[in-house]
């Protein structure tokens, strides 16, 4: 079955790094766009950023544009989430989502989501 499973997720200092991984399998990896979602303590989900299939184009949420940076290893089935000079807003549960339809209007939905990983920004 298809399954997406998200890791990396920890402690960071304000300012600090982090790197979330988000492993695919069950189906071909290469063929689908992929995003990762957010949702603060009492928040609602909050889109964060997307990639195309090929890793050829990504797009990114005000709010994290220019700290964060989505990528892609296909022959390791594995999308990551660079996170850098990270603030306490950035302090989410955070996940990844198989997406199902047009990349670049971002219309569709997400049709299989990871078990998430949290993410807290804090001193």
């Known amino acids: 079955e298809v399954q997406v499973v998200e890791s990396g997720g920890g402690l960071v200092q304000p300012g600090g790094s982090l790197r979330l991984s988000c492993a695919g399998s069950?189906?071909?990896?290469?063929?689908?766009?992929m995003s990762w979602v957010r949702q603060a303590p009492g928040k609602g989900l909050e889109w964060v950023s997307r990639?195309?299939?090929?890793?050829?184009?990504?797009t990114y949420a005000n709010s994290v544009k220019g700290r964060f940076t989505i990528s892609r290893d296909n022959a390791k089935n594995t999308v990551y989430l660079q996170m850098d000079r990270v603030k306490p807003e950035d302090t989410a549960k955070y996940y990844c989502?198989?997406?199902?339809?047009?990349?670049?209007?971002?219309?569709?939905?997400?049709?299989?989501w990871g078990q998430g990983t949290q993410v807290t920004v804090s001193s």
């Open positions: 990639i195309n299939s090929a890793g050829s184009r990504t």
């Open positions: 069950g189906y071909t990896f290469s063929t689908y766009g």
């Open positions: 989502v198989r997406r199902f339809g047009s990349y670049y209007d971002g219309t569709g939905y997400y049709d299989y």
